[in-house]
């Protein structure tokens, strides 16, 4: 049983505010991934979390118990590092029970937790080589099997895939995914690509500039972001933003871009009636955008365009258009063929749409 | 072309080991000087034009050098080579271990480094009646504990700050490893630091051994004759009536052979070590 809490946690370097008076539950058995781009706060919350930085401020629980004063050692946890962090001069075998032996336990007992450890992550094999003998994807498994064969209350994984190759990352992800299924640690897993962070986790962190920016399920998070940094940093490619006007008319609200009506009516909702300024950004997911030759669609619910460029992936197709100069990105998974200038026209599910107030960058429901 | 570029190729490679070989005659005279002067009979290490090839190869030389007394002197300098070599390893590497890992403010630890330095730049000769004072008020005069504390004090700067580098190139993700697996600061050192460094201390150890084994200045002032080493000895194959060359090169040529086995022990950590802690990898 451990559940984590972090209590109005602030850390400066200096004149530097790394982390901006965090508050944050992490349930037991939990798996909370922090996410965000490099500066955001992450790996400071992790390593204050291990106990290998100190808070300037606030208050860090686990099992309800206050651990600021806690040595790392001595906090029942374990680390996974984005460099594996291996002892180069230990084979596989000491460097999986090191944790243990320094703990005093007894050889017997060490020898059979890293026997299984080994065996869940289909090491045994190798268990007598130096770290210099093993690849990326082996250091890896050897890394997380230092970590298991302690049998902590949480895990702690710092970038553990970003340095592995696309095909394996994709891999070890679902690896990873069964194998903390099985495990009964809460795990704290910190990343900077949002696609570990939608797939690993039962609810994600995002953080911007040391403050949280939105916590919760990975598809709430996706289909209802708190503000334009998250409706961008999660999903590829990115959330399309264009900056419209709100035109009211009568009972209904529609959008509009210099002379463009985007084709859909908005509910006049609470919101955007206390709004004082007509402008808006509405946000739209490539894959909420359809695009079809010129013609095709029913005129009234359609705004014609210019394809760009189209980018056959095999499983979908990435098409860029420009609709009045301005650049939106559309993904389809049905066949699309069209040459850079033709004319199109889209087609925008309205009840996907989200709008952001320009000022404050929060949403607008 | 071809034939040309091949030929200017070879040319640059025969002119590469000229130069090696020149190199390598400068730096293997002096040696083969000593060697063969030890070997010439007699006179023959003071005639004019000297002889390059000895005429003839005795070894009087080395028996006179050998008598029991120079055996105990030999004693003496391994004792305190030994010594030093051990304890300024061992403290300089824990020194530059305190240094480089823990948390103390910017300028305080600029200032240590700064003094740590400074004790090396300025000439040990400076110090040397001072030193001669206190070491005579302690009751040390003339003891191994003399020569042991002076050699240690003079060698830390250097192995703190060449530690320094190597301990401050270790991945700081290995470190916090270890604090996360529960590894005091002493552990730490001991268990996981110590053993990737292995070539610093073998560097460094190597330097401090020649450092004592070669001493001579303190070594002639602060010893009489019960701790006197080596060098001290091989000084006094020089009087003002004449100069034992034939002596004084066969004790030489003997001093070098516990350096060299200790250097070619050592070489291959020597190698890899000097350019480990310079460059980050």
Same mark, same amino acid.
């Given at each position: 049983?451990?559940?984590?809490?972090?209590?109005?946690?602030?850390?400066?370097?200096?004149?530097?505010?790394?982390?901006?008076?965090?508050?944050?539950?992490?349930?037991?058995?939990?798996?909370?991934?922090?996410?965000?781009?490099?500066?955001?706060? =992450?790996?400071?919350?992790?390593?204050?979390?291990?106990?290998?930085?100190?808070?300037?401020?606030?208050?860090?629980?686990?099992?309800?118990?206050?651990?600021?004063?806690?040595?790392?050692?001595?906090?029942?946890?374990?680390?996974?590092?984005?460099?594996?962090?291996?002892?180069?001069?230990?084979?596989?075998?000491?460097?999986?029970?090191?944790?243990?032996?320094?703990?005093?336990?007894?050889?017997?007992?060490?020898?059979?937790?890293?026997?299984?450890?080994?065996?869940?992550?289909?090491?045994?094999?190798?268990?007598?080589?130096?770290?210099?003998?093993?690849?990326?994807?082996?250091?890896?498994?050897?890394?997380?099997?230092?970590?298991?064969?302690?049998?902590? =209350? /949480?895990?702690?994984?710092?970038?553990?895939?970003?340095?592995?190759?696309?095909?394996?990352?994709?891999?070890?992800?679902?690896?990873? +995914?069964?194998?903390?299924?099985?495990?009964?640690?809460? /795990?704290?897993?910190?990343?900077?690509?949002?696609?570990?962070?939608?797939?690993?986790?039962?609810?994600?962190?995002?953080? +911007?500039?040391?403050?949280?920016?939105? /916590?919760?399920?990975?598809?709430?998070?996706?289909?209802?972001?708190?503000?334009?940094?998250?409706?961008?940093?999660?999903?590829?490619?990115?959330?399309?933003?264009?900056?419209?006007?709100?035109?009211?008319?009568?009972?209904?609200?529609?959008?509009?871009?210099?002379?463009?009506?985007?084709?859909?009516?908005?509910?006049?909702?609470?919101?955007?009636?206390?709004? =004082?300024?007509?402008?808006?950004?509405?946000?739209?997911?490539?894959?909420?955008? $359809?695009?079809?030759?010129?013609?095709?669609?029913?005129?009234?619910?359609?705004?014609?365009?210019?394809?760009?460029?189209?980018?056959?992936?095999?499983?979908?197709?990435?098409?860029?258009?420009?609709?009045?100069?301005?650049?939106? @990105?559309?993904?389809?998974?049905?066949?699309?063929?069209?040459?850079?200038?033709?004319?199109?026209?889209?087609? @925008?599910?309205?009840?996907?749409?989200?709008?952001?107030?320009?000022? $404050?960058? =929060?949403?607008?429901? | 072309?071809?034939?040309?570029?091949?030929?200017?190729?070879?040319?640059?490679?025969?002119?590469?080991?000229?130069?090696?070989?020149?190199? &390598?005659?400068?730096?293997?005279?002096?040696?083969?000087?000593?060697?063969?002067?030890? &070997?010439?009979?007699?006179?023959?290490?003071?005639?004019?034009?000297?002889?390059?090839?000895?005429?003839?190869?005795?070894?009087?030389?080395?028996? *006179?050098?050998?008598?029991?007394?120079?055996?105990? %002197?030999?004693?003496?300098?391994?004792?305190?080579?030994?010594?030093?070599?051990?304890?300024?390893?061992?403290?300089?590497?824990?020194?530059?271990?305190?240094?480089?890992?823990?948390?103390?403010?910017?300028?305080?630890?600029?200032?240590?480094?700064?003094?740590?330095?400074?004790?090396?730049? %300025?000439?040990?000769?400076?110090?040397?009646?001072?030193?001669?004072?206190?070491?005579?008020?302690?009751?040390?005069?003339?003891?191994?504990?003399?020569?042991?504390?002076?050699?240690?004090?003079?060698?830390?700067?250097?192995?703190?700050?060449?530690?320094?580098?190597?301990?401050?190139?270790?991945?700081?993700?290995?470190?916090?490893? *270890?604090?996360?697996?529960?590894?005091?600061?002493?552990?730490?050192?001991?268990?996981?630091?110590?053993?990737?460094?292995?070539?610093?201390? *073998?560097?460094?150890?190597? %330097? *401090?051994?020649? %450092?004592?084994?070669?001493?001579?200045?303190?070594?002639?002032? &602060?010893?009489?004759?019960?701790?006197? #080493?080596?060098?001290?000895?091989?000084?006094?194959?020089?009087?003002?009536?004449?100069?034992?060359?034939?002596?004084?090169?066969?004790?030489?040529?003997?001093?070098?052979?516990?350096?060299?086995?200790?250097?070619?022990?050592?070489?291959?950590?020597?190698?890899?070590?000097? #350019?480990?802690?310079?460059?980050?990898?």
């Amino acid at each position: 049983m451990a559940e984590i809490r972090f209590e109005n946690v602030t850390k400066k370097f200096g004149p530097v505010i790394a982390l901006s008076d965090l508050s944050l539950q992490i349930n037991d058995r939990e798996f909370v991934t922090l996410v965000g781009p490099s500066g955001c706060g =992450k790996s400071t919350t992790l390593n204050i979390l291990a106990g290998l930085e100190d808070a300037s401020a606030g208050l860090v629980y686990i099992d309800n118990k206050v651990v600021n004063d806690v040595p790392s050692g001595k906090r029942d946890i374990a680390m996974v590092f984005q460099s594996y962090a291996l002892y180069p001069h230990m084979n596989v075998r000491d460097n999986m029970g090191f944790g243990l032996k320094v703990r005093g336990m007894k050889k017997a007992e060490i020898d059979q937790r890293v026997s299984e450890a080994a065996q869940i992550l289909g090491i045994e094999a190798l268990l007598n080589r130096r770290p210099r003998e093993l690849s990326g994807g082996q250091r890896q498994r050897v890394a997380l099997g230092r970590a298991i064969t302690r049998n902590p =209350k /949480v895990f702690l994984l710092d970038e553990p895939l970003s340095n592995l190759d696309a095909k394996l990352r994709t891999q070890m992800r679902a690896d990873l +995914k069964l194998l903390f299924n099985r495990l009964d640690g809460t /795990v704290v897993y910190v990343t900077h690509d949002q696609a570990e962070a939608m797939t690993l986790s039962d609810r994600v962190v995002v953080m +911007k500039e040391g403050v949280v920016q939105q /916590v919760g399920a990975p598809l709430a998070l996706y289909d209802h972001p708190a503000n334009i940094f998250v409706a961008g940093f999660l999903g590829s490619p990115t959330m399309n933003f264009v900056n419209c006007t709100l035109a009211r008319e009568a009972e209904r609200l529609s959008l509009r871009t210099g002379e463009v009506r985007w084709p859909f009516n908005l509910p006049p909702t609470a919101d955007l009636a206390a709004l =004082k300024s007509e402008s808006v950004v509405l946000g739209v997911r490539p894959e909420d955008i $359809t695009v079809a030759p010129m013609g095709q669609l029913v005129a009234a619910s359609s705004v014609p365009c210019t394809v760009e460029v189209v980018e056959h992936m095999g499983s979908i197709n990435i098409i860029y258009i420009s609709v009045a100069g301005t650049r939106l @990105i559309a993904t389809m998974e049905t066949a699309f063929e069209a040459r850079s200038g033709d004319a199109a026209c889209i087609t @925008i599910n309205p009840g996907k749409v989200h709008l952001f107030s320009p000022d $404050t960058s =929060k949403r607008l429901d | 072309m071809t034939t040309n570029y091949r030929l200017q190729k070879q040319i640059s490679t025969v002119l590469l080991y000229v130069v090696i070989f020149i190199v &390598l005659v400068i730096i293997a005279f002096p040696v083969y000087w000593l060697i063969s002067t030890s &070997l010439k009979p007699g006179l023959e290490s003071s005639t004019y034009p000297p002889t390059y090839i000895p005429s003839r190869l005795v070894f009087d030389n080395y028996v *006179a050098v050998l008598k029991s007394e120079n055996v105990k %002197f030999l004693k003496n300098s391994l004792i305190v080579a030994v010594a030093s070599t051990f304890l300024t390893t061992i403290m300089g590497a824990m020194a530059a271990y305190a240094l480089s890992k823990t948390y103390i403010a910017f300028w305080i630890r600029r200032a240590l480094m700064l003094w740590i330095l400074v004790t090396r730049i %300025f000439p040990p000769i400076t110090t040397a009646i001072p030193y001669y004072v206190i070491i005579k008020n302690l009751g040390l005069a003339d003891t191994y504990a003399a020569l042991i504390i002076t050699y240690v004090s003079y060698g830390l700067p250097f192995v703190i700050w060449l530690m320094l580098g190597f301990f401050q190139d270790l991945p700081a993700d290995i470190e916090k490893a *270890a604090i996360v697996d529960g590894c005091s600061m002493w552990q730490r050192f001991r268990q996981v630091v110590l053993p990737l460094t292995l070539p610093g201390l *073998a560097v460094t150890a190597i %330097f *401090a051994f020649i %450092f004592a084994w070669n001493e001579f200045l303190y070594a002639s002032i &602060l010893t009489s004759f019960t701790a006197k #080493t080596l060098p001290v000895v091989i000084s006094t194959f020089i009087s003002d009536q004449y100069l034992r060359w034939g002596e004084m090169s066969a004790m030489g040529s003997m001093m070098i052979i516990p350096v060299m086995i200790f250097a070619l022990a050592a070489q291959k950590y020597l190698v890899r070590g000097l #350019t480990f802690g310079a460059v980050k990898g």
